[in-house]
């Protein structure tokens, strides 16, 4: 499906560098998922926010049970300059791999659950106002994480979350959406038990009991949850936190502290920054990357500085946006 647009500049207010359009690119490989949560919205007004800033959009599907990195592979060397990519954090994350190899700068049309890295880079959830800043923007870089050679843009976990990732089929988001995320979470939390795990990082090595062990790279995840108070997708840290509970509910009386990300200044929960870490465990245990369950344990991670380039606001520009 070709989408072809005028070359006619988008609409932004004058006199306001921030919403100026920015030069850029003009021919972009597009890619929706429409199995995501709110994949059959109609996303066309975006669409022509785009074409009329001077985009042709290529419109590209994902192979038959494959993901965004596979179509980017297929159709990178056909003049394309950027990718926009329409879906949550699962089609984003699967997208990582390939716009790490071809460089191609990106664009987010949030279409998913959570829309967690939307989130921490200040695009709204509206596809039509986040088209807005595609077009008035230029890319800018940003960090990825990497556990096993597996890249993620949010947060990779071990424990909990990752049991959650496990049980939080596609259905119950589609169906209950970001409520969902409540259910799964309290039918998993009396049952869940705390396990014995290894993390070694800046030269020490740690032995905890722990329910979760978390490494983020972005601000936002598991839709309301924070990283860290302070974390951005662009601050050349991963923010590492461990819940050392002793009872499940403490977890209870934790969860507004996670929400703003304050949750390290908790006794029981160990948080700091790094650059890398390792974390091991007695057995293998699946690895939870932003939401999707691709490794075990013994799990490396790593920074990836600079990585990929999104179309975003920048830190200057935040407050001119929102």
Not at 77 to 97: E, F, R, S, Y
Not at 114 to 122: E, G, H, M, P, T
Not at 166 to 189: N, S
Request: charged letters at 20%; hydrophobic letters at 40%; aromatic letters at 6%.
């Amino acid at each position: 499906m070709q989408h072809q647009g005028s070359r006619a500049a988008a609409a932004t207010p004058e006199g306001n560098p921030a919403h100026q359009a920015a030069p850029g690119p003009k021919h972009a490989l597009l890619i929706v998922n429409r199995r995501a949560r709110n994949g059959g919205a109609v996303i066309e007004e975006a669409l022509a926010i785009l074409q009329r800033a001077g985009w042709q959009l290529q419109e590209v599907a994902c192979p038959e049970g494959g993901n965004a990195a596979d179509a980017i592979r297929a159709h990178a060397g056909q003049g394309a300059q950027a990718v926009i990519l329409g879906g949550g954090d699962g089609t984003l994350n699967g997208a990582a791999p390939a716009l790490i190899e071809t460089g191609l700068p990106f664009g987010i049309l949030p279409l998913g659950t959570a829309n967690d890295l939307a989130r921490s880079l200040f695009i709204p959830p509206d596809p039509v106002e986040a088209a807005r800043i595609i077009a008035a923007v230029a890319p800018r870089p940003i960090d990825l994480g990497e556990v096993n050679g597996i890249p993620f843009f949010n947060v990779a976990s071990i424990g909990f979350s990752a049991e959650l990732a496990r049980d939080l089929g596609a259905e119950v988001k589609k169906r209950w959406g970001k409520l969902g995320y409540g259910i799964a979470a309290f039918r998993l939390l009396r049952r869940s038990r705390p396990f014995t795990a290894w993390i070694s990082h800046d030269g020490v090595e740690e032995q905890v009991k722990t329910i979760q062990v978390s490494v983020g790279n972005g601000r936002h995840y598991g839709g309301g949850m924070t990283v860290a108070s302070n974390a951005r997708p662009d601050d050349g840290k991963l923010d590492v936190y461990s819940l050392e509970l002793n009872h499940w509910w403490r977890l209870l009386a934790l969860l507004p502290y996670l929400r703003t990300g304050t949750h390290g200044q908790w006794r029981d929960v160990r948080a700091f920054p790094t650059q890398a870490c390792d974390v091991r465990t007695r057995r293998p245990m699946p690895v939870n990357t932003d939401g999707e369950l691709n490794t075990m344990t013994p799990a490396r991670f790593r920074l990836l500085p600079g990585a990929v380039q999104v179309f975003a606001p920048s830190e200057s520009s935040e407050e001119t946006f929102f």
